[in-house]
């Protein structure tokens, strides 16, 4: 009877590990599926190819438009963007590319997660504006600079496809959450990373709640166990791989959106708008009553922070506050 019961309880065990890896598993399935539906639906196959320098990327249809599927930017499996584009044009000339780096600590994350991408690419193509999602390279194969290294020929990459895109070279703003908060801070602080990787000159960089924008002053108190797996001991390290102290005298116009429930978000923010204000750069400090992931998640949902963002992009160019408005 023992044996029967127990046998019983191991062919339960062994049908919930199945249905938890087939729920695991069903995401991305489903996601695959309603992209082929809604292709069909568009005239757009989900197995047209395209071609990039490092290779060629599939294009499905989205809301508002339609996806090219990892786009390589380089040789690692790591090193590939998709770029959502508008299904129509709107307004004159060429779009303005929106193009932002995903957070996860240095370590996890990816372009096509949802509070990444949906709200941003549902508000802003209708408008007529090219998003861009990237991933990079991660711990521990790759350190903060490597990865920075590579958000860097992602632009360059992305700025020499612009115009088979249907955009602008010279209208991208860089955007980033948490970890991408951090590399884009720094790809826009450094006098070099950018030029060294072949990228051109952008309008302005958009910061989604970092907490690492002065790095030798966290390195140097109590801090989180994650900062020591991404910055490591090494003082030269810390100031090299740290916004406010690689910031220029010419940078960029920068918004610090920080999340007003971590102190320490906020206060990295200020202090970076201080020293950028030294300096004659403009960096603007948005604080919102939001948490962490709220301040990925809701960019792009209606309201006051969206239309914050909104009026800092819109200052960058005439062409973006056409789209914008």
Excluded at 247 to 267: N, T, W, Y
């Amino acid at each position: 009877m023992k044996s029967l019961v127990a046998r019983s309880l191991s062919h339960a065990v062994i049908c919930a590990l199945m249905l938890g890896a087939t729920a695991a598993a069903a995401g991305p399935v489903l996601e695959r599926m309603k992209e082929r539906r809604s292709a069909k639906s568009e005239g757009v196959s989900a197995e047209q190819s395209i071609e990039s320098p490092y290779g060629s990327a599939q294009t499905a249809a989205v809301a508002g438009g339609k996806v090219l599927r990892d786009v390589a930017y380089g040789s690692d499996p790591k090193q590939r963007m998709d770029v959502y584009l508008p299904s129509q044009a709107q307004g004159s000339g060429a779009a303005p590319v929106i193009f932002m780096v995903h957070g996860g600590a240095w370590r996890t994350g990816d372009k096509r997660m949802g509070r990444v991408v949906d709200n941003k690419a549902a508000r802003w193509l209708p408008k007529g504006v090219v998003f861009v999602s990237v991933n990079n390279r991660l711990l521990p194969e790759a350190d903060p600079l490597d990865q920075v290294r590579d958000v860097a020929q992602a632009l360059a990459v992305a700025q020499g496809q612009a115009a088979n895109w249907g955009a602008d070279p010279q209208q991208f703003v860089l955007m980033g959450h948490s970890a991408g908060a951090h590399l884009v801070a720094l790809l826009a602080s450094s006098p070099t990373l950018g030029s060294d990787a072949g990228a051109k000159a952008w309008l302005g960089t958009v910061a989604l709640d970092s907490a690492a924008l002065d790095v030798p002053s966290i390195m140097g108190r109590k801090h989180y166990r994650l900062y020591n797996a991404a910055f490591g001991t090494d003082p030269a390290f810390w100031a090299a791989s740290s916004p406010l102290q690689q910031l220029h005298a010419g940078a960029k116009p920068l918004l610090a959106v920080c999340s007003s429930q971590r102190e320490e978000s906020c206060d990295q923010a200020r202090g970076f708008a201080a020293h950028a204000a030294q300096l004659g750069v403009r960096a603007q400090v948005l604080p919102q009553d939001l948490s962490h992931g709220d301040i990925n998640a809701q960019l792009g949902l209606p309201g006051s922070y969206t239309q914050a963002v909104e009026d800092f992009l819109s200052s960058l160019s005439p062409a973006l506050a056409s789209r914008l408005r």
